[in-house]
């Protein structure tokens, strides 16, 4: 077995055992519960949107709050206080040792979002709703999305400690989805041209927040809730389009250099 997948599972096995993440969890599936509580005295589409947006704001806070949380703990407090060069010192090359305790918390927050996506399917099935496909899609697309906060804050925390880790983290995620929306906008026409091409460059260069068909279309009618609030700009409602397959893997590729910038970085990095 190799460094990496030893350290990952030593790392996953680690953070278990810490409160926080399984109080995130734990109030994310709170959350979700008391969503479908509200929806069961609904009825119709107003039942389903209150579902899914509640869930979809699970998937969003509580995603944001996990993943920024794990990758902001990936370098500099382990790598002060002397775990980092434990590792270290078993013959595992510092890349290694970083890319395994980056892998051990993508694991983590993977189970994170299955705990949340099984609340959900549970909760959908007890509503009359069935397995929400597209629900269960627009999870997927949540997870990519906090996947590359987690890296982002994983790379910042070579260098600043946990709350400045954590922070980068989430403006990416805002800055990810900005590129989107202004984009979109851009496309729309409610943008002045002299913007336009810095917007397109943004775009094309940086990663992309992840829009599901089910956000797009819960957005455009209003009833996305905080998980994606309509876009407004120079007085014009504009719709965010779902996100292409390019951008799906444009986004998992800018996770791969993170997380490689992270492994390089962690070779200059003093350890106690």
């Known amino acids: 077995m190799s460094a990496i997948a030893v350290i990952g599972r030593v790392e996953s096995r680690g953070l278990t055992r810490r409160r926080w993440p399984a109080a995130v969890v734990l109030i994310g599936i709170a959350a979700i519960i008391a969503g479908a509580i509200l929806a069961g005295t609904r009825n119709g589409l107003v039942a389903e949107d209150t579902f899914r947006s509640w869930t979809a704001a699970v998937?969003?806070?509580?995603?944001?709050?996990?993943?920024?949380?794990?990758?902001?703990?990936?370098?500099?407090?382990?790598?002060?206080?002397?775990?980092?060069?434990?590792q270290v010192s078993t013959g595992a090359p510092r890349p290694q040792v970083a890319l395994g305790r980056i892998a051990g918390r993508i694991m983590v927050l993977i189970v994170g979002f299955v705990a949340w996506t099984?609340?959900?399917?549970?909760?959908?099935?007890?509503?009359?709703?069935?397995?929400?496909?597209?629900?269960?899609?627009?999870?997927?697309?949540?997870?990519?999305?906090?996947?590359?906060?987690?890296?982002?804050?994983?790379?910042?925390?070579?260098?600043?400690?946990?709350?400045?880790?954590?922070?980068?983290?989430?403006?990416?995620?805002?800055?990810?989805?900005?590129?989107?929306?202004l984009a979109a906008a851009t496309d729309a026409g409610v943008i002045g041209t002299a913007w336009s091409p810095l917007?397109?460059?943004?775009?094309?260069?940086?990663?992309?927040?992840?829009?599901?068909?089910?956000?797009?279309?819960?957005?455009?009618?209003?009833?996305?809730?905080?998980?994606?609030?309509?876009?407004?700009?120079?007085?014009?409602?504009?719709?965010?389009?779902?996100?292409?397959?390019?951008?799906?893997?444009?986004?998992?590729?800018?996770?791969?250099v993170l997380a490689a910038a992270t492994a390089g970085a962690t070779r200059r990095r003093a350890l106690s």
Not at 59 to 80: C, I, T
């Open 59 to 86: 998937y969003l806070l509580a995603g944001l709050a996990l993943s920024a949380g794990l990758g902001a703990s990936a370098v500099n407090r382990d790598a002060d206080g002397g775990w980092i060069g434990l």
């Open 118 to 181: 099984i609340v959900a399917v549970i909760a959908g099935l007890a509503l009359g709703l069935g397995v929400d496909g597209p629900l269960l899609l627009t999870g997927l697309g949540m997870l990519e999305d906090m996947l590359l906060v987690l890296v982002a804050a994983a790379f910042t925390s070579v260098a600043l400690g946990p709350i400045a880790a954590g922070s980068v983290g989430i403006v990416v995620h805002i800055m990810a989805q900005a590129s989107v929306n």
């Open 199 to 256: 917007i397109k460059v943004v775009y094309a260069v940086f990663p992309r927040g992840i829009v599901s068909p089910m956000t797009s279309g819960m957005q455009a009618r209003g009833a996305a809730g905080v998980a994606a609030p309509q876009f407004e700009i120079n007085g014009n409602i504009v719709t965010i389009p779902p996100s292409s397959w390019a951008t799906v893997v444009w986004t998992l590729l800018w996770c791969v």
